[in-house]
Structures are given as structure tokens and as C-alpha cells.
Nanobody, 117 residues
Framework: VQLQAFGGGLVQAGGYLRLFCAASGSVVSNAVMGWYRQAPGKQRELVASVTSGGTENYADFVQDRFTISRHNLKNTVDLQMTSLKPEDTAVYFC????????????WGQGTLVTVSS
């Protein structure tokens, strides 16, 4: 399985970005898809995830600013980010995984989001 993420860039505080991730290869339909981020000097952290059934999960710091959405037939997931803050600056990674199946755990290459104050 290959995950390709894109859509990052430079935006001013309060601005909007939309990240996209497309999965290809031997994709399984019941995989969870999500977005993580890693800021310089910090650990990678979950931003949001969505199951194949549409159940969404968000980190507390999202505070209703981000929306994750998924298109099962196209094997894509995107992340709409509004009201961006400088502290949202990080490399954002998409991930696809299946709970209880450690061999199915794939990461995209990451896309940089920079929010200027």
C-alpha cells in the first residue's frame, strides 16, 4: 500500500488549508485512515482519524477547526483546516491502519504546513 499526501504550504494565521491523501495498492476496505503531525522537536501526534464506517475522531487541540473526510471508493482522505494557528506548523502525515493487524500500517511521506503569525 502506498499513501501519497499533498496540499501543505504556507498560510497566515487564521487561514485555511486542505490536505489530501490517496491510498493505492492492496488497500483493505476496513482500514482506518487518519492524519498525524510532527512539529520540530516534538513527537508525532494524531490529528484526526476516520473509520470506513465514517466514525471520526479528533485530537483535543483541533477544537472544531479541522474536518476529516473520506471517500471509500477512491481510497482518499482529506483534512480541511480552518482558523490555523502558528502552533499548527508541522509536517502532516497520513496513515492507514487496521486495528489488531500490525502488518497493515502504512504512512505517507508527509507534507509541510507552515502557519505564519
Amino acid at each position: 500500500v502506498q499513501l501519497q499526501a499533498f496540499g501543505g504550504g504556507l498560510v497566515q494565521a487564521g487561514g485555511y488549508l486542505r490536505l489530501f491523501c490517496a491510498a493505492s495498492g492492496s488497500v483493505v476496505s476496513n482500514a482506518v485512515m487518519g492524519w498525524y503531525r510532527q512539529a520540530p522537536g516534538k513527537q508525532r501526534e494524531l490529528v484526526a482519524s476516520v473509520t470506513s464506517g465514517g466514525t471520526e475522531n479528533y485530537a483535543d487541540f483541533v477544537q472544531d477547526r479541522f474536518t476529516i473526510s473520506r471517500h471509500n471508493l477512491k481510497n482518499t482522505v482529506d483534512l480541511q483546516m480552518t482558523s490555523l494557528k502558528p502552533e499548527d506548523t508541522a509536517v502532516y502525515f497520513c496513515r492507514s491502519w487496521v486495528r489488531g493487524r500490525p502488518y497493515y500500517n502504512y504512512w505517507g511521506q508527509g507534507t509541510l504546513v507552515t502557519v505564519s503569525s
